[in-house]
Structures are given as structure tokens and as C-alpha cells.
């Protein structure tokens, strides 16, 4: 069964350092990945996304994911964290129907 | 700009009241989902729509309905809300293609007194 694993509940890093999220997928195909990110109160917007080609992907606001298919792994990086990217962070699956799988979602906070 | 639009940010109801949930696209999107949000639980699928009157049942449809009588327009339905339904609602719709990502709208945040 298909399933999104994201270890970290809560990360809270310092403004300007680095930031990696983890993701690890279960999924028996060439999975379709994608990371969302979520404001508090509001829906969930598409940071960035693989699905084929090259294993690093870029996205919006600075962050990019690299897929890493022996270790099932979907992480996402940004190598200096602004204030503003405090927020909660979704590691999703796609499947060939339509389908879409969701991890438990990492929230991050950010020190000043 | 793409937009999905939920009717309702906030809605308070009793318990056994029925709650409609609106929720409509612009994009001609094939695709409508609804989601259920919880602290710690991610996102978890209610029911989906690939085409106008079609649904199929997601993880946790128990307690739930959904109605699509125009391509653009999904409506989720308690017929008699519990408390166990407090939660935030989230709608999306995609595009039929495995390349299609979801697209949200800002969610309907439900509590059931």
C-alpha cells in the first residue's frame, strides 16, 4: 500500500541556517512526488514537484527536492531559511489514478 | 489565476444538524477531492469525483456524502453532524493526468457543538 512517512513533527531552526525536511514514500511504481506547503488558516500551496528526468528538482521561494529512489526518499532543502517560511510542510504521492497520499506533515518555526 | 473557492471559512453547527460544504473550481478541472485535516494526521481522503455524478469513496467516507451535479461545483454533505466531525475540510481538483497536482482552496474550518 502506498504510504508518505515524514519523521519530524515539529523542526525549528535559526533565520539563515539551513533547512532539510525528510520524506520517505512506500510505492510499488515510479512514484509522482510532491511537496505543499501550508500557511496557518489557509489551504495548501504546491511548492514543487517530480516526476521524471532530472532527481533535483527546483521549486517556488527558494527550495528544492532531490529524489533519491534507493533510499525512497524525498527530501526537501533551502539552503537559508527567511522568517516567513514558518509553516507546515506536506510530503504527498501521486498514482497513475489520480490518487494522492499525504504525510503527517512537518511543522517548522523559525528563530529569529 | 487558478482559484478553488470554499463557501464557508468558518461554520459553527450542533450536533445532528446537516452541513453542506461547497466548493467550486474555475479551471475545468475532471478531478474534485475533499480532504479532512487533523493535527497529526496529515490530510486523509474523504471522496473524490473523476467526472460530474460520478464519486468514489476515499479512506474515511463514514458519516459523509458528496454531491456533483456540475463539473465545476462539489459539495460535501453531513447528513447529521457529530462532534468527531470537527475538523478542517480542504478541497481540491486536478486535471486527469499523473502529472496533474492538486489545487486548493483555503479550507472550511467545521466545529460541531
Known amino acids: 500500500a502506498q504510504s508518505v512517512t515524514q519523521p519530524d513533527i515539529h523542526i525549528t531552526v535559526s533565520e539563515g541556517a539551513s533547512l532539510e525536511l525528510r520524506c520517505n514514500y512506500s510505492?510499488?511504481?515510479?512514484?509522482?512526488l510532491f511537496w505543499y506547503v501550508q500557511s496557518p488558516g489557509q489551504g495548501l500551496q504546491l511548492l514543487l514537484k517530480?516526476?521524471?528526468?532530472?532527481?533535483l528538482v527546483q521549486g517556488i521561494k527558494g527550495f528544492e527536492a532531490e529524489f533519491k529512489r534507493s533510499q525512497s526518499s524525498f527530501n526537501l532543502r533551502k539552503p537559508s531559511v527567511h522568517w516567513s517560511d514558518a509553516a507546515e510542510y506536506f510530503c504527498a504521492v501521486g498514482d497513475n489514478f489520480n490518487k494522492f497520499y499525504f504525510g503527517s506533515g512537518t511543522k517548522l518555526n523559525v528563530k529569529p | 489565476d487558478v482559484k478553488v473557492t470554499q463557501s464557508s471559512r468558518y461554520l459553527v453547527k450542533r450536533t445532528g444538524e446537516k452541513v453542506f460544504l461547497e466548493c467550486v473550481q474555475d479551471?475545468?478541472?475532471?478531478?474534485m477531492f475533499w480532504y479532512r485535516q487533523d493535527p497529526g494526521l496529515g490530510l486523509r481522503l474523504i471522496y473524490f469525483?473523476?467526472?460530474?455524478?460520478?464519486?468514489e469513496k476515499g479512506d474515511i467516507p463514514e458519516g459523509y456524502s458528496v454531491s456533483r451535479e456540475k463539473k465545476e461545483r462539489f459539495s460535501l454533505i453531513l447528513e447529521s453532524a457529530s462532534t468527531n466531525q470537527t475538523s478542517m475540510y480542504l478541497c481540491?481538483?486536478?486535471?486527469?493526468?499523473?502529472?496533474?497536482?492538486?489545487?486548493f482552496g483555503e479550507g472550511s474550518r467545521l466545529t460541531v457543538l
Open positions: 510505492y510499488g511504481a515510479t512514484p509522482y
Open positions: 479551471m475545468d478541472h475532471e478531478n
Open positions: 481540491a481538483s486536478s486535471i486527469t493526468s499523473a502529472a496533474g497536482e492538486l489545487f
Open positions: 517530480y516526476f521524471s528526468g532530472d532527481t
Open positions: 469525483s473523476y467526472d460530474v455524478k460520478m464519486k
